[in-house]
């Protein structure tokens, strides 16, 4: 099946491209993982979690049982995948375009 | 800061852009991508005792299709919750989880270890001798260990050579 090139004005933003990059290859991370993958602090990685989730793109949880302090775990959902393939797939286009001399 | 910079800086503070990108600026998104899937491949770094592990495992839920029927649903349940708590042990360890995508790029390691794991089902269903058990429980588990480990290398060279972001 191929991806249709559409931009996605949630995915773009830098931070949140990235977020999406790493988790359409782990599916799941942990937070901290993610911040540190970022180069951000606390704050700024929840900004961009926070943007995501609200799109429907990541799902937040916080497993409990394990004993100590809980986690929080981030999932990319299947329509943040769809959609960080189809703004992929569109920059890809786009990149191409420039590279053969179009637009 | 540049104008690529200040424009997806609105987005990322607003939300709300109000542009596209140019084609510089997708390659220079798409040159992010590539960075990240590089990261990533650094971070995945398998704990050494994941495949053995993995291969114990693996070789206990095939043997134990030969054992007597009063050990056979335990060794099962046993070999299962060992899986369970291998990857769960993975997570907590390197923070990512192991999805269908790592499958996805290892495709030809990861369908050789399966048809090595189905065949070896098979022997043991055919041939209920034990030591015809014995050996191929040691050949699943030498079988992990090689592919897991060709699977890993295979996985963080397409992150680190843009697996998606070509």
């Known amino acids: 099946m191929t991806t249709r090139p559409e931009f996605d004005e949630v995915i773009h933003a830098p931070n949140r491209l990235k977020i999406c990059a790493l988790l359409a290859t782990a599916t799941t991370a942990e937070f901290g993982t993610l911040r540190d993958a970022l180069g951000v602090a606390d704050s700024v990685a929840s900004k961009q979690l926070k943007v995501l989730s609200e799109a429907g793109y990541v799902k937040l949880s916080k497993p409990t049982g394990t004993g100590g302090r809980a986690k929080t775990w981030v999932t990319l959902t299947p329509a943040g995948r769809r959609a960080f393939q189809g703004h992929l797939a569109m920059l890809q286009q786009m990149a191409a375009d420039v590279a053969q001399g179009v637009g | 800061m540049t104008e690529r910079d200040c424009y997806l800086s609105v987005m990322e503070n607003n939300g709300e852009p109000t542009l596209r990108p140019s084609p510089e600026e997708a390659r220079a998104s798409l040159d992010d991508v590539r960075r990240m899937e590089a990261d990533l491949a650094d971070r995945l770094v398998t704990p050494w005792w994941y495949y053995p592990g993995l291969g114990l495992v693996e070789a206990l839920i095939v043997s134990s299709l030969a054992f007597p029927a009063s050990l056979s649903a335990p060794a099962l349940v046993a070999g299962v919750a060992g899986l369970g708590l291998?990857?769960?042990?993975?997570?907590?360890?390197?923070?990512?989880?192991?999805?269908?995508?790592?499958?996805?790029?290892?495709?030809?390691?990861?369908?050789?270890?399966?048809?090595?794991?189905?065949?070896?089902?098979?022997?043991?269903?055919l041939v209920d001798r034990p030591v015809v058990t014995a050996v191929t429980a040691v050949v699943v588990f030498m079988a992990t260990v090689v592919l897991g480990r060709r699977a890993d290398s295979a996985v963080r060279y397409r992150l680190r050579h843009g697996a998606r972001a070509r």
């Open chain 2, 86 to 125: 291998l990857v769960s042990a993975y997570r907590r360890l390197t923070g990512l989880g192991m999805s269908n995508q790592y499958f996805a790029l290892a495709r030809a390691w990861s369908i050789a270890l399966l048809v090595v794991i189905l065949v070896a089902i098979v022997v043991v269903l």
